[in-house]
């Protein structure tokens, strides 16, 4: 290989080399540094901005060529990798703040060196996730996640939740790696290649359904789908967010799922698009139909996430049947198979981890306060804590997708996506879930502001950092709920720029 051709190809990856080197220094602050436990929250963050800069240089670069900068025969450095890794790097910048709010990390908790450096490789692997265009790539960058993911859950030993969710994560993590696996090399046997193009270009001298690849991508899903929390691969979901660190199941609903949903959109684009109309329509290869699969998988989704939440009690865990519920929708809009759909799914992640993570933060403050999670523990909890009862009320209004928040632009996509393709009882199920989602968002603020506490409550104040750090969060939920344009202008560039490339 050419070595100028080599180091040329590393300026592709800067936002990973910069991960990996933050990687190893915080690793080497925890081992010779006696106070590191002080400094790491700034290093990482500080890593986490460089990293950031060097996704915003990417994206200048796109656009004054007007094209994807650059492929690698492993990684592909386009528009949806820079806007999904943008996505991971904010999200994992909160990771920290929530870190440093949560008071779980008190007692019992001195290795701070590992847990900075288990996220970093968490986010070193969902970068790989997130630009793999080879199937070797897109298995070890899973598995890299999921290691991180699995140790990270159940971090707090002294807890059994926690090491309950860390093992129920390995088991079922194992089993889906496994399945997926085992998809890799059934389509490795018939195409000869792991290369997702070369795939591309086999499959496309078959005209007719194929049997082998119907199971392989069928199993392949199985790993991905694993990763987005789509049934039936979703069995992990609850016990894992309820027993894991606040802080950490906040970060998996977000960072992992949206390169999740990354993976599975290039996946789809590399592997079985053959081509994109001008109107923005795929024409997918005819050796499997993905649209009914994801139709399909989404109403189940969906439907499932909904209906199971209305019957929890405790918050996180409604938090979590509520992230399945909206991977349904972003299944929804996925199964569109269109530029527009990608698009919703885009615009709908940027908002999500707004709303998400704002509602997993008010609920670590007030547990902070009452040491609780239980909806029946939140009674009263609106005229003790007005700030938090507000913002956890705007979260979770967004969550529905109701208006004036960025949760109905978010949701409004999805359906206007659906509508143009024609997939109207897909959307009025998509609108029936909305409904469904409302009951128990506002079941949460009944208790907060309409039931009375059992004792008398006592008036809490909240500290300027805590304070500041859900303002950042509210704030864009409701002024994206009204000025929207950058959002959407800079998802529709992205798409321009990932579909010119076909």
Same mark, same amino acid.
């Given at each position: 290989?050419?070595?100028?051709?080599?180091?040329?190809?590393?300026?592709?990856?800067?936002?990973?080399?910069?991960?990996?080197?933050?990687?190893?220094?915080?690793?080497?602050?925890?081992?010779?540094?006696?106070?590191?436990?002080?400094?790491?929250?700034?290093?990482?963050?500080?890593?986490?901005?460089?990293?950031?800069?060097?996704?915003?240089?990417?994206?200048?670069?796109m656009?004054?060529?007007?094209?994807p900068?650059?492929?690698?025969?492993?990684?592909?450095?386009?528009?949806?990798?820079?806007?999904?890794?943008?996505?991971?790097?904010?999200?994992?910048?909160?990771?920290? #703040?929530?870190?440093?709010?949560?008071?779980?990390?008190?007692?019992?908790?001195?290795? +701070?060196?590992?847990?900075?450096?288990?996220?970093?490789?968490?986010?070193?692997?969902?970068?790989?996730?997130?630009?793999?265009?080879?199937?070797?790539?897109?298995?070890?960058?899973?598995?890299?996640?999921?290691?991180?993911?699995?140790?990270?859950?159940?971090?707090?030993?002294?807890?059994?939740?926690?090491?309950?969710?860390?093992?129920?994560?390995?088991?079922?993590?194992?089993?889906?790696?496994?399945?997926?696996?085992?998809?890799?090399?059934?389509?490795?046997?018939?195409?000869?290649?792991?290369?997702?193009?070369?795939?591309?270009?086999? #499959?496309?001298?078959?005209?007719?359904?194929?049997?082998? /690849?119907?199971?392989?991508?069928?199993l392949?899903?199985?790993?991905?789908?694993?990763?987005?929390?789509?049934?039936?691969?979703?069995?992990?979901?609850?016990?894992?967010?309820?027993?894991?660190?606040?802080?950490?199941?906040?970060?998996?609903? =977000?960072?992992?799922?949206?390169?999740?949903?990354?993976?599975?959109?290039?996946?789809?684009?590399?592997? +079985?698009?053959?081509d994109? =109309?001008?109107?923005?329509?795929?024409?997918?290869?005819?050796?499997?139909?993905?649209?009914?699969?994801? =139709?399909?998988?989404?109403?189940?989704?969906?439907?499932?996430?909904?209906?199971?939440?209305?019957?929890?009690?405790?918050?996180?865990?409604?938090?979590?049947?509520?992230?399945?519920?909206?991977?349904?929708?972003?299944l929804?809009? #996925?199964?569109?198979?269109?530029?527009?759909?990608?698009?919703?799914?885009?615009?709908?992640?940027?908002?999500?981890?707004?709303?998400?993570?704002?509602?997993?933060?008010?609920?670590?403050?007030?547990?902070?306060?009452?040491?609780?999670?239980?909806?029946?523990?939140?009674?009263?909890?609106?005229?003790?804590?007005?700030?938090?009862?507000?913002?956890?009320?705007?979260?979770?209004?967004?969550?529905?997708?109701?208006?004036?928040?960025a949760?109905?632009?978010?949701?409004?996509?999805?359906?206007?996506?659906l509508?143009?393709?024609?997939?109207?009882?897909?959307?009025?199920?998509?609108? #029936?879930?909305?409904?469904i989602?409302?009951?128990y968002?506002?079941? /949460?603020?009944?208790?907060?502001?309409l039931n009375?506490?059992?004792?008398?409550? =006592?008036?809490?104040?909240?500290?300027?950092?805590?304070?500041?750090?859900v303002?950042?969060?509210?704030?864009?939920?409701?002024?994206?709920?009204?000025?929207?344009?950058?959002? /959407?202008?800079?998802?529709?560039?992205?798409?321009?720029?990932?579909?010119?490339?076909?």
């Amino acid at each position: 290989m050419n070595i100028d051709y080599f180091f040329n190809s590393l300026a592709f990856i800067n936002p990973e080399i910069c991960i990996s080197v933050g990687l190893v220094v915080i690793l080497l602050l925890d081992l010779f540094l006696k106070d590191s436990k002080k400094y790491l929250p700034y290093t990482s963050i500080l890593f986490l901005l460089v990293t950031l800069y060097y996704l915003i240089d990417q994206v200048m670069m796109m656009e004054q060529a007007f094209k994807p900068i650059g492929y690698l025969p492993m990684v592909a450095v386009d528009s949806l990798g820079t806007y999904f890794k943008i996505i991971v790097v904010v999200s994992s910048i909160f990771l920290v #703040l929530f870190t440093t709010l949560s008071n779980e990390f008190e007692k019992g908790f001195e290795r +701070f060196g590992e847990y900075y450096t288990l996220i970093f490789g968490m986010i070193l692997g969902m970068f790989f996730m997130i630009s793999a265009a080879d199937l070797i790539l897109i298995y070890l960058s899973i598995e890299l996640v999921s290691l991180s993911s699995y140790v990270l859950a159940g971090f707090i030993k002294t807890s059994k939740k926690s090491s309950e969710a860390s093992l129920k994560y390995l088991l079922y993590g194992a089993t889906s790696s496994g399945v997926m696996l085992f998809g890799i090399s059934l389509i490795f046997g018939l195409t000869g290649s792991t290369n997702l193009y070369e795939i591309n270009r086999f #499959l496309g001298m078959i005209t007719a359904p194929n049997l082998i /690849v119907f199971f392989s991508a069928l199993l392949i899903f199985a790993g991905i789908g694993y990763k987005i929390s789509s049934v039936p691969f979703h069995f992990w979901t609850p016990d894992v967010y309820e027993g894991a660190p606040t802080p950490i199941t906040a970060y998996l609903s =977000v960072a992992s799922k949206a390169a999740g949903f990354a993976l599975l959109i290039r996946f789809l684009k590399l592997g +079985f698009i053959s081509d994109v =109309v001008s109107t923005g329509i795929w024409q997918t290869l005819p050796v499997f139909n993905w649209r009914d699969l994801l =139709v399909v998988l989404s109403i189940l989704t969906m439907t499932l996430g909904n209906f199971a939440a209305l019957w929890q009690d405790n918050v996180k865990r409604m938090l979590a049947y509520s992230s399945i519920a909206h991977a349904g929708y972003l299944l929804a809009a #996925l199964s569109v198979q269109t530029e527009a759909g990608v698009m919703a799914v885009m615009i709908y992640f940027a908002v999500y981890l707004l709303m998400n993570l704002g509602a997993f933060l008010v609920v670590i403050l007030i547990n902070n306060k009452i040491n609780s999670e239980n909806i029946d523990d939140y009674d009263g909890l609106g005229t003790s804590m007005p700030y938090l009862g507000v913002s956890l009320g705007i979260f979770l209004v967004s969550l529905t997708g109701l208006p004036p928040t960025a949760g109905f632009i978010g949701k409004l996509y999805v359906f206007l996506a659906l509508i143009d393709s024609n997939m109207i009882v897909l959307a009025l199920i998509l609108l #029936l879930n909305t409904v469904i989602s409302l009951y128990y968002y506002i079941r /949460v603020l009944k208790h907060m502001f309409l039931n009375k506490r059992k004792d008398e409550p =006592v008036a809490v104040k909240n500290t300027l950092y805590e304070a500041s750090v859900v303002f950042v969060l509210a704030a864009p939920v409701l002024i994206f709920g009204i000025f929207f344009t950058p959002l /959407v202008n800079f998802a529709r560039t992205s798409i321009h720029f990932l579909f010119s490339a076909l």
